[in-house]
């Protein structure tokens, strides 16, 4: 399993960190907490931008 960090993670989606926690914030993006951190599966990042694509979405991705 790879993990992210909330950097990697907004600079593969090409998005703002604001915009990255609004989207784990709003339950588009699940993460990992540990302690403060926000850690993602790049699973679900590959599965959240399979979403936007198969939605017709193009914010940052």
Do not use: W
Request: aromatic share 8%; glycine share 6%; proline share 3%.
């Amino acid at each position: 399993m790879r993990i992210l960090t909330s950097y990697e993670t907004a600079e593969m989606l090409r998005i703002s960190m604001p915009t990255l926690y609004r989207h784990v914030r709003d339950g588009l993006i699940p993460c990992l907490r540990v302690g403060r951190r926000k850690l993602f599966r790049y699973s679900d990042i590959e599965k959240f931008i399979d979403n936007q694509i198969s939605d017709g979405s193009t914010n940052g991705v």
